[in-house]
């Protein structure tokens, strides 16, 4: 919504400053959104006089003009026809920017002649579109600023455009008189009332109207008119030209600038029939499919059926509260026009208008709602405006249809200010603010103009006084304590696991995936469903049959379409449920990660590799620790049928409880669902692991050692089938209290070991914990750690 500084006075008598006004407007809620203030663009350029203008002697067009200013006499070069010795111009010299050309001019040189500055035509500086000559002043002293000679003599040039953002709930803000209202609630001025016109009818309307009864309930509720015949059409006077100009509408005759003058006055859409074009009567009904209009703006429309139209005998003439046809639009040779003031339902407006592809100034207002209670003084007022500047006398009102009554009253509660908002406003001055912005109170009951759709109720009426007492003033205040000490925890333990296992895998580099909890029957069957009970009876589309039996079938159709589009190496993960039947309560909490290709990209030094096993043993692990996981594990190969037989691996804690799986997908699995490989992933179940024993908020004592551990290695000959599992539990176990840590730190297999032999070569730390272990202490360790591994797995230390 665009309106100029005088424009906004016409309605607000005020001495507020340019400031106080746009800072009032944002703090109001209509947000301003620019300020185009031609005395900030213009307040570099002076008035200069052309004392010589002579021949350029290497150009035809250019003249070397001597040119008084108050810098002294400048020489500037010119190509406008119209430069010569005597006038009176408007001059930019060096280091001043000129809009229109987007440039800070400085000293230049035109075929070897220097010129210092230029002197402006209109356009270049943003006041019009005229570019023909350089501007001729009628008076004007040398030196003087071109800003001050134009407030003085033509102040519409430099009147200050605002544009503010309009929410959708607040129509009354589309016309002038409603933003003064705003503003002169908030104490910046007095509103000034509204002319309230009457034209009296001279003859009866020869043109009849009529609203179809399919058309009244929900898509005109009133439609009224008048013939005004006589009237002599032209060029508008130009203060309503200027207007239009400076908020970006191009003027285009009286008849046309009246009603869009109408429509950003007083958010009141109007429509001019050309009398003499219009055959027979007016009727309002809904559209057949199929049939056609050519608008004003020269555009061919197709309508469908319910789309509400104005026709005459010859068809539809106008699209109703959106465009009026071309055919029996006003032109200069108009006569007698039909006016036209017509209450449309909002919602059929926007509907036409977005089947339509329609974005006119008629129907941004209509389908967010005008003031249905001036419909008939607005036939009034602009009657009179147009008697006044075009001539002609004015018909009897007729009308279709009845004004609809949005009248409505709420109580008004001083107190819920208070309660809602927390500022505390005195009920008379609470009273005053809804007074001044149009309610109407008796006793406590505030009665909503007609121009305010967006006031539904009570809290309505606090956000009023609010808004308008300006909610800066808001005492900030601390919350009032409801409890002592510290509150209790809101996450409950899984939702805890769940935040943490995101951010972990967020933080290895992962990619969150959110897919469809439905799949196709094939990618399911891979992954141990697709059966009957997990099938569902009307699926959005065959890709969609199934409840998904796991996170990996939408992890890898993922990965898939993002290699078909060159992306070769990607990490993605996803938390969510997967399902195991089809009855309430069958489906599980997991936490699957995927990545495929290389570990990075390529690099001089070899640092790229293919993804393997580890990679996600690694990451499969920090997240199972993230969300409190036990450090000491089991993993064994009895994975499904999905993953790689011999790479994989299920973490567990004992047989039965499992906690996760990590490997290599089969290469199968990859080539069904279009995955070029390698393809590693994990599977956690975070409701398998078990809930700390402790549930205070307080952490175990911090334990130090200051004792020095001490490290030995072992090398044992096994069976080439042996786990390394085992031999690790072994060895762990022959002193549960001393050793630390197993790790294994070698595997040779063949040589002089044989076939069907390997060795395995592991490290045992003791840790201390009372004393410094002695020679005798270790090698008791060692014993034990070697008995232990035999008796486990056969093997013999190797020599």
């Avoid at 002169?184 to 009818?201: D, I, N």
């Avoid at 090398?715 to 060895?731: G, M, Y």
Wanted: proline fraction near 5%.
């Amino acid at each position: 919504m665009k309106f100029t500084l005088s424009w906004l006075k016409d309605h607000l008598d005020t001495q507020a400053t340019l400031d106080e006004i746009v800072y009032a407007l944002t703090d109001l809620g209509l947000e301003v959104e620019e300020v185009s203030n031609p005395a900030e663009r213009l307040s570099d350029f002076t008035i200069g006089k052309v004392l010589q203008a002579e021949k350029h002697p290497d150009a035809d067009k250019l003249k070397v003009c001597k040119v008084a200013t108050d810098e002294g006499e400048l020489q500037i070069i010119c190509g406008a026809p119209n430069a010569r010795e005597g006038i009176t111009v408007v001059v930019a010299k060096p280091g001043v920017y000129v809009p229109g050309i987007d440039t800070t001019l400085g000293v230049g040189k035109i075929r070897g002649i220097e010129s210092f500055g230029m002197m402006c035509s209109e356009r270049e500086m943003e006041l019009s579109d005229e570019h023909t000559g350089i501007i001729e002043l009628p008076s004007g002293e040398v030196g003087e600023r071109f800003i001050d000679w134009l407030a003085e003599n033509d102040p519409a040039k430099v009147d200050p455009v605002i544009e503010i953002a309009i929410t959708p709930n607040r129509p009354d803000a589309l016309g002038v008189h409603g933003i003064a209202r705003d503003l002169a609630a908030r104490g910046l001025g007095t509103l000034k009332p509204l002319a309230r016109e009457h034209v009296e009818g001279q003859f009866p309307c020869p043109i009849g109207i009529s609203i179809d009864e399919d058309t009244r309930e929900n898509g005109c509720q009133v439609f009224a008119g008048r013939l005004i015949r006589g009237v002599e059409n032209g060029p508008s006077p130009q203060w309503l030209q200027d207007r239009l100009r400076a908020i970006g509408l191009r003027p285009i005759s009286r008849l046309v600038d009246i009603t869009n003058f109408f429509t950003f006055d007083r958010n009141r859409p109007l429509h001019v029939f050309d009398a003499d074009k219009v055959s027979g009567d007016l009727r309002v009904h809904r559209a057949k499919d199929g049939e056609t209009l050519m608008g004003l703006d020269d555009k061919e429309y197709t309508f469908s059926d319910g789309h509400v139209v104005i026709s005459d005998d010859n068809g539809i003439e106008s699209i109703g509260g959106i465009m009026g046809g071309l055919h029996t639009g006003c032109t200069n040779e108009t006569v007698n026009v039909f006016l036209e003031a017509a209450v449309w339902d909002h919602i059929q407006i926007a509907m036409t208008g977005r089947a339509l592809k329609i974005n006119s100034d008629a129907r941004y207002r209509n389908e967010r709602g005008i003031d249905p209670a001036y419909n008939m003084q607005a036939m009034e007022d602009a009657t009179q405006m147009i008697l006044d500047l075009c001539g002609g006398e004015a018909s009897n009102v007729i009308k279709a249809g009845e004004v609809p009554n949005v009248a409505r009253a709420y109580e008004l509660n001083a107190a819920r200010l208070s309660s809602l908002v927390g500022m505390d406003i005195p009920e008379s001055e609470q009273r005053q603010i809804l007074t001044s912005l149009g309610f109407r109170l008796e006793g406590n009951m505030a009665h909503v103009p007609s121009w305010r759709p967006d006031v539904l109720g009570t809290a309505d009426l606090v956000e009023e006084v609010a808004r308008v007492a300006s909610l800066t003033k808001l005492p900030s205040k601390p919350l009032p304590r409801t409890h002592d000490g510290v509150a209790r925890p809101i996450l409950s333990p899984m939702q805890k696991r769940e935040a943490a296992a995101r951010r972990t895998c967020a933080a290895l580099g992962y990619n969150e995936c959110v897919t469809y909890s439905f799949i196709d029957e094939a990618s399911a069957k891979l992954f141990g469903g697709g059966d009957e009970a997990t099938k569902l009876a009307n699926p959005i589309s065959s890709e969609m049959s199934h409840m998904r039996p796991a996170l990996l079938p939408g992890l890898l159709q993922a990965a898939a379409r993002n290699q078909a589009r060159g992306f070769m190496d990607v990490a993605l993960f996803e938390l969510g449920h997967a399902f195991h039947g089809g009855e309430p309560g069958e489906q599980h909490l997991l936490v699957s990660g995927l990545i495929v290709g290389r570990s990075g990209p390529k690099d001089v030094h070899g640092a790229s590799r293919p993804v393997d096993v580890f990679d996600v043993k690694a990451d499969g692990e920090a997240v199972l620790a993230a969300m409190g996981a036990p450090a000491k594990v089991q993993i064994r190969r009895d994975g499904d049928a999905w993953w790689h037989p011999g790479r994989h691996g299920v973490i567990c804690l004992g047989p039965k409880k499992v906690l996760g799986v990590f490997g290599e997908l089969h290469p199968k699995v990859l080539a069904a669902m279009d995955v070029k490989g390698p393809a590693m992933a994990f599977t956690l179940w975070p409701a398998e692991i078990p809930m700390p024993r402790k549930t205070g908020a307080t952490r175990s004592a911090l334990v130090l050692n200051d004792l020095q551990a001490v490290e030995r290695d072992f090398a044992f000959v096994l069976d080439a089938d042996v786990a390394a599992l085992d031999v690790v539990n072994a060895a762990g176990g022959a002193d549960k209290a001393l050793i630390s840590e197993v790790r294994i730190f070698d595997e040779f297999i063949g040589g002089s070991l044989g076939e069907g032999k390997k060795s395995l070569a592991i490290t045992v730390r003791m840790q201390p914990s009372d004393k410094t272990l002695t020679e005798k202490d270790i090698e008791a360790v060692a014993t034990k750690v070697i008995e232990k591994v035999q008796k486990a797995t056969g093997g013999a230390l190797r020599g």
